[in-house]
């Protein structure tokens, strides 16, 4: 058995390997039958009409792993008047949950028999260590398979009616078509989190993946194309950074998209927010936060640096449900840096396809700019750098060294916003008041945590704490089964969960009058 085992794991290793070595090289379109260098239109694998491409670079190494097409807002037009056609003319709207939910099943099964492939891809163009890309595909693909299952209980209600003579009932219908822009940092599941539920509620749509990782989005949509998605229902546009403000636009302001969902920073969700109010547009936003992760004097500290470790470092820093500001009671204060820095210090650090590597690169230039920058902001005004604190030039250009930074005050660019690396901030406070006014000092409320032993306390915290989602005692809360959404300017809406499919449908009042 040990050798069967053992046999099975060189296998898969070599297989691996030689996966790895083609990204490595450029992602080869014979071999990997996955890699798309095409956009996805009406059923077709298309290029822009203007016939401009952008690179595609994997962060390990800056090396360019292929070329996608840079659309513009005539390719944006093709691909919602396909996903309008497919709606209505191809009476997609009219299709059972049935059979819905049986093509997001084919998709959910193809995305699982090639989860290597996709995580290979991921890595290659995220940086994210292969690991982490192999449990994004888990997540990701649950996104597919829980919808598939949501679709055939989108139930309406017939309602007691006033008069004796009616009948009143409410039946939900989907929206139509829905524009999704998805971000770079989960490249898979933040896609699959809304195509599944916009597909399940019976819309189609139009996708636009962040162009730092547009392959991701590409190889989902070759297996959607071979699970048999009818044409039209499931399009896909790449551009690059240059076109993105007028696609975004595009799509917000089209009559013939009917909503809009995104997640990415708050700043974009403003803007898209507003250019969806002149058509009332049904819209979803899941922008960044700010999370407090707090610890308690009465709390298990080995449990809560395990939560640090996991909500701090996956995806090295760059989620939105991160934790972004660590309060840490007086009392525990000093015990939980040093055992926190031991756990640090034994991170691995390099290229995300290595064997073991738990710290990958950050995504592009901009961002590791943004991290040294509020590093050294938080250095310059007092803060006290406790581990780490610079980039690691000696594995490539965008590898920053995890940190940790204590002694931080409001005035700090690190203790007020979004960092999206690998810095733990650390404030002490001294009661429980204390530290509930700072974590609530936001305009964000995306996730927050908190470590306490204390049942009384636990209650208090839940219900005052002001975040959309909560982890008590734990630092890893994502499952399709959750409703993933914030309040405050962290966004409308929630994702996942039973109430995802509520984005993409409106609910009908039918009054049946004079009935004998
Ligand atoms: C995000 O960072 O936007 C999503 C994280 C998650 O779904 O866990």
Same mark, same amino acid.
């Given at each position: @058995?040990?050798?069967?085992?053992?046999?099975?794991?060189?296998?898969?290793? #070599?297989?691996? !390997?030689?996966?790895?070595?083609?990204?490595?090289?450029?992602?080869?379109?014979?071999?990997?039958?996955?890699?798309?260098?095409?956009?996805?239109?009406?059923?077709?694998?298309?290029?822009?009409?203007?016939?401009?491409?952008?690179?595609?670079?994997?962060?390990?190494?800056?090396?360019?792993?292929?070329?996608?097409?840079?659309?513009?807002?005539?390719?944006?037009?093709?691909?919602?008047?396909?996903?309008?056609?497919?709606?209505?003319?191809?009476?997609?709207?009219?299709?059972?949950?049935?059979?819905?939910?049986? !093509?997001?099943?084919?998709?959910?099964?193809?995305?699982?028999?090639?989860?290597?492939?996709?995580?290979?891809?991921?890595?290659?163009?995220?940086?994210?260590?292969?690991?982490?890309?192999?449990?994004?595909?888990?997540?990701?693909?649950?996104?597919?398979?829980?919808?598939?299952?949501?679709?055939?209980?989108?139930?309406?209600?017939?309602?007691?009616?006033?008069?004796?003579?009616?009948? @009143? @009932?409410?039946?939900?219908?989907? +929206? *139509?078509?829905?524009?999704?822009?998805?971000?770079?940092?989960?490249?898979?599941?933040?896609?699959?989190?809304?195509?599944?539920?916009?597909?399940?509620?019976?819309?189609?749509?139009?996708?636009?993946?962040?162009?730092?990782?547009?392959?991701?989005?590409?190889?989902?949509?070759?297996?959607?194309?071979?699970? *048999?998605?009818?044409?039209?229902?499931?399009?896909?546009?790449?551009?690059?950074?240059?076109?993105?403000?007028?696609?975004?636009?595009?799509?917000?302001?089209?009559?013939?998209? #009917?909503?809009?969902?995104?997640?990415?920073?708050?700043?974009?969700?403003?803007?898209?927010?507003?250019?969806?109010?002149?058509?009332?547009?049904?819209?979803?936003?899941? !922008?960044? $936060?700010?999370?407090?992760?707090? %610890?308690?004097?009465?709390?298990?500290?080995?449990?809560?640096? +395990?939560?640090?470790?996991?909500?701090?470092?996956?995806?090295?820093?760059?989620?939105?449900?991160?934790?972004?500001?660590?309060?840490?009671?007086?009392?525990?204060?000093?015990?939980?840096?040093?055992? !926190?820095?031991?756990?640090?210090?034994?991170?691995?650090?390099?290229?995300?396809?290595?064997?073991? %590597?738990?710290?990958?690169?950050?995504?592009?230039? #901009?961002?590791?700019?943004?991290?040294?920058?509020?590093?050294?902001?938080?250095?310059?005004? $007092?803060?006290?750098?406790?581990?780490?604190?610079?980039?690691?030039?000696?594995?490539?250009?965008?590898?920053?060294?995890?940190?940790?930074?204590?002694?931080?005050?409001?005035?700090?660019?690190?203790?007020?916003?979004?960092?999206?690396?690998?810095?733990?901030?650390?404030?002490?406070?001294?009661?429980?008041?204390?530290?509930?006014?700072?974590?609530?000092?936001?305009?964000?409320?995306?996730?927050?945590?908190?470590?306490?032993?204390?049942?009384?306390?636990?209650?208090?915290?839940?219900?005052?704490?002001?975040?959309?989602?909560?982890?008590?005692?734990?630092?890893?809360?994502?499952? #399709?089964?959750?409703?993933?959404?914030?309040?405050?300017?962290?966004? +409308?809406?929630?994702?996942?969960?039973?109430?995802? +499919?509520?984005?993409?449908?409106?609910?009908?009042?039918?009054?049946?009058?004079?009935?004998?």
């Amino acid at each position: @058995m040990a050798t069967l085992l053992l046999g099975r794991f060189a296998l898969n290793r #070599a297989v691996n !390997l030689g996966l790895t070595r083609m990204i490595g090289n450029s992602l080869n379109r014979r071999t990997m039958h996955l890699h798309q260098n095409h956009a996805f239109i009406n059923g077709k694998w298309v290029g822009a009409r203007s016939g401009l491409t952008f690179d595609v670079t994997n962060p390990a190494n800056e090396q360019v792993l292929g070329t996608v097409p840079d659309m513009d807002i005539n390719d944006v037009n093709d691909a919602i008047d396909a996903a309008h056609n497919a709606f209505y003319d191809k009476k997609w709207h009219n299709s059972t949950a049935k059979d819905r939910a049986a !093509l997001l099943k084919k998709w959910f099964q193809l995305l699982e028999k090639n989860r290597k492939e996709i995580a290979l891809i991921m890595t290659a163009e995220s940086g994210k260590p292969i690991a982490e890309s192999e449990g994004e595909i888990t997540y990701g693909n649950s996104f597919v398979e829980w919808f598939a299952e949501e679709a055939r209980r989108v139930y309406g209600e017939i309602v007691p009616t006033p008069q004796s003579n009616r009948q @009143m @009932m409410l039946v939900k219908q989907p +929206i *139509g078509v829905a524009g999704l822009i998805t971000p770079w940092n989960f490249p898979h599941a933040m896609i699959t989190r809304k195509a599944s539920a916009a597909i399940a509620a019976g819309c189609t749509v139009v996708i636009k993946p962040a162009e730092d990782t547009p392959l991701t989005a590409l190889a989902l949509t070759k297996l959607a194309e071979e699970a *048999g998605f009818p044409k039209g229902v499931l399009n896909v546009v790449t551009s690059s950074r240059k076109n993105a403000a007028s696609v975004g636009k595009l799509l917000c302001q089209s009559e013939k998209v #009917a909503a809009i969902s995104f997640t990415g920073s708050t700043e974009v969700g403003k803007l898209l927010y507003k250019q969806c109010a002149n058509g009332i547009k049904r819209i979803g936003l899941e !922008l960044g $936060g700010n999370a407090p992760f707090i %610890v308690f004097k009465s709390a298990d500290l080995d449990k809560a640096v +395990i939560g640090a470790m996991n909500s701090k470092f996956r995806n090295c820093g760059q989620t939105c449900i991160s934790a972004n500001r660590f309060l840490i009671q007086d009392e525990v204060h000093d015990e939980f840096i040093s055992r !926190l820095t031991e756990k640090i210090k034994a991170l691995k650090i390099g290229d995300g396809s290595h064997d073991g %590597v738990q710290i990958g690169p950050l995504i592009n230039h #901009a961002q590791i700019n943004k991290v040294t920058q509020f590093v050294e902001d938080a250095k310059q005004k $007092g803060a006290n750098v406790v581990l780490g604190g610079r980039q690691l030039s000696e594995h490539g250009a965008l590898y920053f060294e995890p940190t940790i930074v204590s002694h931080l005050r409001d005035d700090m660019k690190l203790y007020r916003e979004e960092i999206f690396g690998p810095v733990v901030s650390i404030i002490r406070f001294k009661t429980e008041e204390e530290a509930l006014q700072i974590a609530n000092a936001t305009q964000r409320g995306l996730a927050g945590y908190f470590y306490s032993n204390d049942l009384n306390q636990v209650f208090r915290i839940s219900k005052l704490l002001e975040t959309g989602m909560i982890g008590v005692n734990e630092g890893l809360i994502s499952a #399709a089964e959750a409703a993933f959404g914030g309040i405050k300017e962290s966004g +409308i809406g929630r994702e996942g969960s039973k109430y995802g +499919i509520d984005e993409y449908v409106y609910i009908k009042y039918l009054c049946y009058g004079g009935l004998e």
